[in-house]
């Protein structure tokens, strides 16, 4: 067990649905980041949050949003789903917002049918 | 644009064999290079490199960094079919997120 806490672990929706997945980060750490794994393009940067506020943004879609919550779990949602949505998400967090030495939940895998 | 790319994307050994996986990158303020190995699910943390030159070792995994050619190698000996998993490559840049590569699938068949 890392201690990041993902959930759920697998979702199974149709297409043009919503979902939203949840993170624990590690007790202590600050900043969550959110990846995106699919098949062939490796771990995609969505999203950064440092102590609730925004810290930095990738390739994360209009259609998707985040947050972080005062008890810092944060959650990520994506709207109107597409079958390329399908995907593993991950969420890791590292201290008090250094980029290195981050630790990763186990992902929510996504599949959009 | 950053980028990190890992070769080969894909590989298949026997046990016992030696493998060799690179990863070279082009980025701006380069701070230090990771290796994780994913094998279920989550990635976890292998080696930070941030002296060139200077190999990191742990068991029968070694790594090192050459910045001034912009790469990294991750050696595996003696190859186990436990060392099958994903091998993922990322480079920390100066306040941004790590930048990951795509990967090297390795898998060991007895």
């Known amino acids: 067990d890392s201690g990041v806490t993902q959930t759920p672990k697998h979702l199974i929706t149709a297409t043009g649905q919503r979902v939203t997945l949840r993170c624990s980060p590690r007790?202590?750490?600050?900043?969550v980041y959110w990846y995106q794994q699919s098949l062939d393009q490796g771990l995609q940067f969505l999203i950064q949050y440092y102590n609730g506020e925004e810290r930095a943004k990738g390739n994360i879609l209009e259609r998707f949003s985040a947050q972080q919550f005062p008890d810092l779990h944060s959650e990520l949602n994506l709207s109107s789903l597409e079958l390329g949505d399908s995907a593993l998400y991950f969420c890791a967090s590292s201290a008090a917002g250094r980029q290195i030495g981050y630790t990763f939940g186990s992902g929510t895998r996504l599949t959009v049918v | 644009e950053d980028k990190v790319v890992q070769s080969p994307l894909s590989l298949v050994v026997h046990e016992g064999d030696t493998v060799t996986l690179n990863c070279s990158y082009e980025?701006?303020?380069?701070?230090?290079l990771l290796w994780y190995k994913q094998e279920k699910k989550a990635p976890t943390f292998l080696f930070m490199l941030t002296s060139s030159g200077i190999e990191k070792k742990s068991g029968r995994l070694s790594s090192i960094l050459d910045k001034k050619e912009l790469f990294s190698i991750l050696n595996i000996t003696a190859t186990q079919t436990g060392d099958s998993a994903i091998y993922l490559c990322a480079v920390a840049l100066q306040n941004t997120p790590l930048v990951f590569g795509k990967g090297t699938r390795l898998s060991v068949i007895a």
């Open positions: 007790s202590g750490d600050l900043s």
């Open positions: 980025v701006t303020n380069f701070r230090s």
